[in-house]
């Protein structure tokens, strides 16, 4: 059975958190696999980013914590690593990370930790340190115990589909690739893309170079060509003229998110028909488009539904 999983990112205002816990329930009820949640470099969103990490854990879903090697010394993605698996976090995207603005990519701006590869075995290691023995029961005597090695955690890294915009060549792309597999990864998340083939084919030539992780195509419902030109802006992909023309001629707003929905349901449907294990949804902090694409693509039976949580209005005094 193919998985699914989201992604969002911490907000960033009062109004943004209350709109994004609205959100969550929806997304929680679900029945996700993970829940990743992003994490800004230097720790500019460390606070938020825990809250909706331990909200997520109450809610019995479970986290997928972002980590960048951006500015950090050892001894900081240590204790942060640390923090997290102290609130219970298991799972983790492990991130080279990119320069912050107004910094190049020539400048020093990595810390101590040099590479995605190097930040994976450091999870490792702490966790190791952490947990290093369980006492597991022995079946047969109920009140027996056997030490056995201590809880693992899962680490997520990024694959790209069309290369990464600092790699030389598909060939040094799927080296990286390897060498955070050998590093101790074992799951892959794919930046966005817009074609079936670019993951299909991306995926064929992994498993030739020797990548056996799973590799979770990473999908991202696109609802407006603002949205769509400023995505592309980011990221680096090539236009796919073909969606930007359905959404410019879309009359309404309703029939921009239906080109959208459209588009999305048929990349997740062609790529899960190819082999896919699974559906990486990034959200943008809603949880209607992306649950219409799983309930489309018949990964969920329909839209879940959850009793309204928020807040009545404070009662005015006289």
């Known amino acids: 059975m193919a998985t699914f999983s989201f992604e969002l990112y911490p ?8 709109a994004l816990y609205e959100s969550l329930d929806h997304l929680i009820a679900a029945g996700p696999e993970f829940i990743s949640v992003t994490y800004g470099a230097n720790g500019s969103s460390r606070e938020s980013s825990l809250g909706v990490v331990r909200r997520l854990l109450a809610g019995g879903v479970s986290p997928m ?5 951006v500015g ?31 910094v190049s990519e020539g400048d020093s701006f990595l810390g101590d930790l040099g590479s995605a590869g190097e930040l994976v075995q ?39 589909p069309h290369g990464h915009p600092r790699s ?33 084919g991306f995926v064929q030539m992994a498993r030739s170079a020797g990548v056996t992780m799973r590799i979770l195509p990473g ?20 236009m796919p003229t ?19 929905i459209q588009h999305a349901v048929a990349l997740a449907s062609e790529v899960l028909d190819g082999g896919a294990p699974g559906l990486h949804l990034y959200t943008f902090n809603q949880h209607r488009p992306v649950l219409e694409i799983l309930a489309e693509t ?13 807040p009545s209005a404070p009662k005015e005094h006289a």
Do not use: W
């Open 122 to 160: 450091l999870i490792h290691r702490v966790q190791a340190e952490k947990d290093q023995f369980a006492q597991v029961p022995v079946p047969g005597f109920p009140e027996a115990k056997r030490l056995a090695s201590g809880r693992k955690v899962t680490i997520a890294v990024a694959a790209f």
């Open 242 to 260: 073909g969606l930007l023309r359905g959404l410019e001629t879309a009359s309404t707003p309703q029939a921009q998110h239906a080109v959208g």
């Open 72 to 102: 950090s010394s050892y001894a900081e993605a240590t204790l942060l690593i640390r923090e997290f698996l102290d609130a219970g976090v298991t799972s983790f995207l492990a991130l080279r990370g990119d320069p912050p603005a107004g």
């Open 298 to 310: 018949g990964l969920i039976d329909s839209l879940p539904s959850v009793p309204d949580s928020r």
């Open 219 to 238: 999908i991202m419902p696109v609802l407006t060509p603002t949205r769509l030109t400023r995505i592309v802006e980011l990221s680096g992909e090539a």
């Open 168 to 200: 030389r060549s598909v060939s040094q792309d799927l080296d990286s690739l390897l060498a955070k597999q050998a590093a101790g990864a074992n799951l892959a998340i794919t930046q966005l893309f817009f074609e079936p083939d670019d993951y299909l």
């Open 11 to 18: 907000p960033r205002t009062p109004a943004a958190e209350l």
């Open 65 to 69: 914590a972002h980590l960048t090697c």
